[in-house]
């Protein structure tokens, strides 16, 4: 319980947004939402442990946020504390364990990744606006004289959540070319 207050009141600090409790049939479930599209960023459930293939039969709180790359979704749930979302089937929902597996820092990132993904165009394009390069910014020859990169295939940019994945963890060149 103290999770949740805590991050009941890093929602309310960050973006103004109150708990909602929707639900009829589980009425201390928590719905974070966004005020103009009243779309869902976040849902704290209680659930047997067993139900996530943990030890145990207690009831614990789990966080439920959305991710704007299933790549990234992928990654996340194979870590300590993490898992597939929980009760909800749509692709990209995960599950983080509120009981201190998961640091709070990390766990409020993945709040406001949330928040971007489910948030409305406009609102979008306010928080996060597209990046703009210069056409010269990143050349052929450029990327082969300063980055050591000869080849390109698929689109010049990954999404902004796995990019920030990445930056968390420093890689060996042996783990670069085998992604």
């Known amino acids: 319980m103290i999770m949740r207050e805590e991050i009941f009141k890093y929602v309310k600090k960050k973006y103004g947004t109150e708990p909602d409790y929707p639900l009829p049939t589980a009425q201390d479930f928590p719905v974070l939402r966004h ?70 820092e990390d766990i409020c990132k993945w709040i406001d990744e949330s928040y971007v993904v489910t948030a409305s165009k406009l609102k979008k394009q306010k928080i996060r606006p597209p990046k703009r390069y210069k056409p010269d910014q990143f050349t052929f020859d450029k990327l082969k004289g300063e980055y050591g990169i000869f080849a390109i295939r698929g689109p010049r940019g990954i999404p902004h959540s796995l990019s920030e994945a990445l930056k968390s963890r420093r890689f060996s060149n042996a783990e670069i070319y085998r992604v």
């Open 35 to 104: 005020e103009d599209n009243r779309k869902w960023f976040a849902i704290i459930m209680d659930v047997p442990r067993e139900k996530l293939g943990l030890e145990g039969t207690e009831r614990v709180d789990v966080l439920n946020v959305k991710m704007g790359d299933s790549m990234l979704a992928d990654i996340l749930t194979q870590q300590t504390g993490y898992f597939r979302g929980y009760h909800i089937s749509r692709g990209n929902w995960i599950s983080i364990l509120l009981d201190g597996t998961v640091p709070f």
